[in-house]
């Protein structure tokens, strides 16, 4: 291949000033408008919320392992899972992959330099930080109450908790969401490197660009809808409370419409690194390439046509109930062929067990069971009775922690030596993965059982028949717990005491291991073209194996 | 309530399209464990059979197949079909109320349940209803949304301030289930449980006449307390107590909220039942409905027996004398200060 020097750095080569050396003062780094930088410091942004997001959990599991409400109240509890939820949702899993994965790699993914709008990346950053530190300080004050969900007329009418301080947090957080959305459209446009078509994208990008039209074209609804709730809740203009003359159906179907589509922008990147991970580690071309790429275009679509599945219980008409049922069934269908494909790539290839790859089979697995009790909710009959009970909880965290926060932890350290240049301890890297697996099976499987029993959700006392159950959650939440505190400790350790990755530790063919770990400050020294397709470990792709066997060995070491 | 169920960890099923609902839940799970069982097969059998054998191998290339990929889109849609149609067949039994059925109207207010039958007979947090009999609720709420769900009957709906929404079931089972707020509600949301009662015919129908049984005071009162009127709700000591603690409070003083005091007498106990608003105790909220309309002289009489009962005091002591032995104040997680003695 004729461009195969360019893109093989060989071990000769004088290791550049990467992105981490170019410049120490802490102004080089909140003026930065280089992608990994910022990608860094929404990595350790997010990193922060979703540990107080994850306090907030060890507290709603500590007081349900009794029936009674001893550890916290009623009032300090359904602040709990309230802050749990908006911590987690708006300020951890929509930005989780997007934001740090999604910034670091696409301009690596497609031979880029940057992103196409820089500033406007730098300026998604500050509105997130601006909206995360006005719900923090919502937080402090005495927080909200209301759920999540911010149903009214409770969170116009009746709640004497925080609710505007931290809506306008989301507001403003929605349009950093925007904005990196609009930046990653515009980017795998117009950035692509000569050669990069759309079919030899690397899955990763296609999952980001269906998700930044979902974050496009549903974030501005949340913003009117909080909006609304504002409008409602100052002026007392009657919107929502029917008291005023308002409608509490016509809030839900509003929130719904973004909320639902908000789902797909925190699962979809998650599908994109387990597209990723387990072509790469099986070092097999991912199977029907096409269908994975389409069916992230068709949940995006699809996605915004099922938000009545929500509100089958609400008082929206039974037609409306039947024909959200059926949209739901349909959406299902793209994720079960991602499913197949995925596990079909694994048939006759070279699977390593890396912790990125153990952590991509959990995935597997755990999105199975996720999406398969979709289906059980999807089935209206069946979801009146389980509606509002701890069987929704069990499906949304099987699919939001199981799927999404799992895959970012496989996205993690698959691109971790990319990222920092150094190897984290493989052997640690493993005991965390089965750690969380088994941990968060243990947790919220038992919670199933308790939905179909009828426990309802956000309940702070509960009696006492459901009681064993419970106890085996919050045990299983402890080694979760463990599990997910444990990539925090031997991550960082690797930083300061972590071999040297190299450039292309596992001697894989994307674009992102074709530059110095970690990159310079503007990724490739030439302009990379790209004569391959996507997934080819051959060494006729320029990939020099016999060199990598000799010099390295097994470059991962414990 | 689980322990006469037949799987262990499955709840009551007690109303005429439960089993639906049931057999939907089984069906899906029979679903999930043939997709479940090939697919997990295959990632272990591919992740052992084709693990690395060497470091940066170079496996055949397999594209795609156009074959396999129709096969498991067809298939799969096919089959959320066919539990769509299921959940369409059951969701169109559980949401079309029959027209022939006892009505019950059912109003939520945060944080109970208030309810009343055609035949004036009102009841709190708890549902009396007859078995082998239709029964639609007309439900609507006084201030935010709430839920009224039976997991028993495998139904709920939202009750919505400003519209009514309706619900229906016919019980199969005598027993008593669980009613449970399920749309969160605010602050005391997990204490907005009750219970349905489900009633033969001939004893639901002595339950309309108010013809309890021959129940000493006490007992009555303590029935009253407890189910009819759903005072436990508040009044029970422990977890969710928002109501005043009753525990060893006759012939104690009492301090009232904008000064005053009294001391715990029948005429004090009956009053507070009726009028509970123009006596609130210091460190609780004037939060009690009035009962007045809702109990009778004779059930007033009953209820204020078994309240002195709770001091040790004898139903049938005319006057307070020397107050019961102070007992440790019972748990009580709302911060008051009214269970105690004053003097």
């Known amino acids: 291949m004729q461009n195969a020097d360019a893109f093989n750095p060989s071990l000769m080569r004088e290791p550049k000033d990467s992105y981490l050396t170019n410049g120490y003062s802490i102004k080089s780094w909140l003026l930065t408008k280089d992608h990994k930088r910022i990608a860094l410091m929404y990595l350790i942004s997010i990193s922060v919320f979703f540990f107080m997001g994850g306090l907030y959990a060890a507290a709603i599991r500590l007081e349900l392992l009794t029936p009674g409400s001893d550890l916290l109240q009623s009032a300090t509890y359904n602040k709990a899972f309230t802050q749990h939820g908006i911590l987690m949702i708006f300020f951890f899993l929509i930005p989780s992959i997007p934001a740090t994965l999604g910034n670091f790699l696409l301009p690596l993914m497609i031979g880029a330099k940057d992103l196409a709008l820089p500033r406007i990346n730098l300026l998604s950053l500050y509105l997130y930080w601006i909206g995360g530190i006005l719900t923090l300080y919502a937080l402090m004050q005495g927080g909200v109450d209301t759920g999540w969900t911010f149903y009214t007329p409770y969170s116009t009418t009746f709640s004497n908790s925080y609710v505007m301080a931290v809506g306008l947090g989301i507001f403003i957080n929605g349009f950093s969401s925007i904005l990196t959305g609009l930046n990653f459209i515009v980017t795998i446009h117009t950035m692509r490197a000569p050669g990069m078509t759309w079919f030899r994208l690397p899955l990763f990008v296609w999952a980001h660009y269906a998700t930044s039209l979902v974050m496009i074209l549903g974030t501005p609804v949340v913003a009117i809808t909080i909006l609304l709730l504002a409008i409602e809740r100052v002026v007392r203009v009657g919107i929502f409370d029917p008291a005023i003359g308002g409608d509490p159906i016509l809030f839900q179907h509003l929130f719904w419409f973004y909320s639902h589509p908000a789902v797909y922008i925190m699962i979809l990147p998650g599908m994109g690194v387990i597209s990723e991970v387990i072509s790469n580690f099986s070092r097999k071309k991912i199977f029907g390439y096409e269908f994975i790429a389409f069916s992230s275009i068709a949940i995006a679509v699809f996605g915004f046509l099922v938000w009545g599945h929500h509100m089958f219980v609400s008082g929206q008409s039974i037609y409306a109930g039947l024909v959200f049922s059926f949209l739901t069934m349909v959406v299902a269908v793209p994720s079960a062929i991602k499913v197949f494909n995925w596990t079909a790539t694994m048939y006759k290839g070279s699977i390593s067990y890396d912790t990125p790859m153990l952590y991509a089979i959990g995935f597997l697995g755990l999105f199975l069971v996720g999406g398969l009790t979709g289906l059980f909710l999807g089935s209206v009959g069946l979801t009146v009775h389980l509606t509002d009970t701890y069987f929704v909880v069990a499906h949304f965290h099987y699919v939001m922690v199981g799927g999404q926060v799992i895959a970012y932890l496989a996205g993690i350290h698959y691109w971790w030596p990319k990222m920092t240049g150094k190897m984290y301890s493989e052997f640690w890297g493993k005991v965390s993965a089965m750690l969380v697996f088994v941990g968060f099976n243990l947790t919220f499987f038992p919670q199933f059982i308790l939905g179909y029993q009828g426990m309802p959700r956000r309940y702070a006392s509960y009696p006492a028949e459901f009681q064993v159950l419970n106890v085996f959650s919050t045990a299983g939440a402890s080694v979760l717990g463990v599990g997910l505190v444990m990539p925090v400790v031997y991550l960082t350790h690797s930083i300061f005491a972590g071999k040297p990755a190299g450039d292309n530790p596992w001697m894989l063919p994307g674009l992102e291991w074709r530059c110095q770990s970690p990159p310079t400050t503007f990724n490739f020294e030439e302009q990379p073209v790209v004569t391959w397709e996507a997934y080819e470990f051959g060494e006729e792709n320029g990939l020099d194996i016999e060199e990598a066997r000799r010099s390295a060995g097994r470059p991962v070491t414990v | ?343």
């Open chain 2, 1 to 343: 309530m689980q322990t006469d169920s037949w799987i262990p960890l499955f709840p009551e099923s007690a109303s005429s399209f439960s089993w639906q609902v049931d057999a939907l839940y089984f069906y899906l799970i029979a679903i999930s464990v043939a997709f479940m069982i090939p697919i997990v097969a295959a990632i272990f059998w591919f992740i052992v059979r084709y693990r690395e054998r060497e470091k940066f191998a170079t496996p055949e290339e397999i594209h795609g197949s156009i074959v396999l990929e129709t096969v498991w889109s067809i298939i799969p849609f096919i089959i959320s079909m066919t539990i769509f149609l299921g959940g369409a067949v059951v969701y169109y039994t559980q949401y079309r109320p029959p027209d022939d059925a006892m009505q019950v109207y059912v109003v939520g207010k945060q944080w109970m349940w208030k309810i009343q039958h055609e035949t004036g007979q009102r009841e709190i947090n708890q549902l009396h209803v007859p078995v082998n009999t239709k029964v639609k609720l007309t439900m609507t709420t006084e201030d935010v949304l709430h839920d009224f769900s039976i997991p028993a009957f495998r139904t709920k709906a939202d009750v919505v301030p400003g519209r009514y929404t309706y619900l229906w079931f016919e019980a199969t089972k005598p027993g008593t289930y669980h009613l449970f707020c399920a749309e969160y509600c605010g602050l005391n949301h997990s204490g907005m449980i009750g219970s349905v009662v489900v009633l033969e015919q001939d004893d639901f129908e002595r339950w309309l006449q108010g013809n309890a049984s021959n129940q000493t005071p006490v007992e009555q009162g303590r029935d009253l307390f407890e189910n009819k009127l759903g005072c436990a709700s508040c009044h029970a000591a422990g977890s969710g107590q928002r109501g005043a603690a009753l525990e060893n409070i006759y012939g104690k003083e009492v301090k009232f909220v904008g000064g005053g005091s009294a001391i715990v007498d029948d005429e004090y106990l009956r009053n507070s039942i009726l009028n509970p608003s123009s006596q609130v105790v210091e460190g609780y909220q004037p939060i009690m409905p009035t009962f007045k309309g809702q109990v009778t002289e004779e059930q007033l009489i009953a209820l204020v027996a078994y309240i002195k009962s709770l001091s040790g005091v004898d139903a049938s002591a005319a006057a307070p004398s020397a107050p019961a032995a102070p007992a440790p104040a019972p748990a009580n997680n709302m911060g008051s200060n009214s269970n105690q003695g004053g003097r």
